[in-house]
């Protein structure tokens, strides 16, 4: 059974960069054609998708947070990162891991994590 897990600081102040891990247990990160993302959503607001990493280490970033946006992985910990830079309140959200179908700007978001909240507050 493939289960995600987000981790990381839940109060960021601003101008700083936010940090998330997403543990993957029961699957590979590199697995083939999988792809994962981080989505978040803010109080009020509807889900913004971030972007996807691909097995093969392709990231594709949503253009309103592209200049901001940065993600990894580390294939040895199955775990995929997320760091949002220059954060300012509106990037208070619960953000989210997700395992995703993506292929040619497609994207389809199947099995999510529980989300964690994250605080940007001085």
């Known amino acids: 059974q493939v289960q995600l897990q987000e981790s990381g600081p839940g109060l960021v102040k601003p101008d700083q960069t936010l940090s998330l891990t997403c543990t993957i247990s029961?699957?590979?990160?590199?697995?083939?054609?999988?792809?994962w993302s981080w989505v978040r959503q803010s109080p009020g607001k509807g889900m913004e998708w971030l972007g996807v990493?691909?097995?093969?280490?392709?990231?594709y970033y949503s253009p309103p947070l592209k200049s901001r946006t940065s993600f990894s992985k580390d294939t040895s910990k199955s775990q995929f990162t997320l760091q949002l830079s220059s954060v300012t309140p509106e990037d208070t959200a619960v953000y989210y891991c997700v395992r995703t179908q993506y292929y040619s700007g497609t994207r389809s978001l199947e099995l999510w994590g529980q989300g964690t909240l994250v605080t940007v507050s001085s």
């Open positions: 990493l691909t097995y093969d280490g392709n990231t």
């Open positions: 029961g699957a590979s990160i590199t697995t083939s054609f999988s792809a």
